[in-house]
């Protein structure tokens, strides 16, 4: 994939009372904002950054159609990115867990290395003809015990280092609102009825959402 293709990637989320309650977890009883996000929106938010890149910009573009929806759009994104500013602590616990785990088994390899390695050979050297293949044995054993940790630090750090950075572009992307009832407005313009304004401004509210 060209450079150019990853360089700006868009998350397109509509917002609107028919949509907006399918994005969170329906058993979840907390406000709006502190809802958890279910597994089909984050899935579909993940895979829309799946070829995002070292030096790509993430948007989020969020699909308001009039301005009754834009209140939910605050809210909406707060949940966001306080869902994937979790995800990228969790992540980063774990990164801490991995090189701690790697770094203090390979002190203890190591040690176990240098204790088998003069100490060892003290032991067999009488042995005449086995000497040898038990020493070979040894030197075969010091490169096992070894060969993870420093396998695990050299080449297993990326992923985790990809994830969380990742992760924290998803939880400080800028968002873009888009009005498309106000660009069809634009193309089109039709006649504006106050007393119906101001009946479905009455009705839709982010109480009456809370309480859906």
Not at 47 to 59: E, G, L
Not at 138 to 149: A, G, H, N, Q
Request: contains cysteine; glycine residues 2%.
């Amino acid at each position: 994939m060209s450079k150019s293709l990853t360089e700006k990637i868009n998350i397109f989320i509509t917002v609107d009372l028919q949509t907006i309650n399918s994005y969170f977890n329906a058993h979840d009883p907390s406000p709006l904002y502190k809802k958890q996000i279910n597994q089909k929106f984050e899935k579909y938010i993940l895979s829309a950054v799946d070829a995002a890149k070292r030096y790509s910009a993430i948007f989020y573009k969020l699909n308001c159609p009039g301005t009754v929806n834009k209140q939910y759009a605050e809210p909406l994104m707060y949940a966001i990115k306080r869902h994937f500013a979790n995800k990228k602590a969790i992540r980063e616990a774990e990164f801490k867990k991995f090189k701690r785990r790697n770094l203090g088994l390979l002190g203890v390899s190591g040690l176990v290395v240098i204790l088998s390695e003069a100490f060892l050979p003290l032991l067999i050297s009488d042995m005449g003809n086995m000497y040898n293949g038990l020493k070979n044995c040894l030197d075969v054993f010091s490169w096992v015990i070894l060969w993870k940790p420093i396998y695990e630090l050299l080449f297993a750090w990326n992923p985790y280092l990809k994830d969380i950075l990742l992760l924290k572009k998803l939880a400080t992307a800028e968002t873009i609102i888009i009005d498309t009832k106000k660009i069809n407005e634009t193309d089109q313009p039709s006649k504006f009825n106050t007393q119906n304004s101001m009946e479905m401004s009455d009705s839709l509210t982010f109480e009456s959402l809370l309480s859906n």
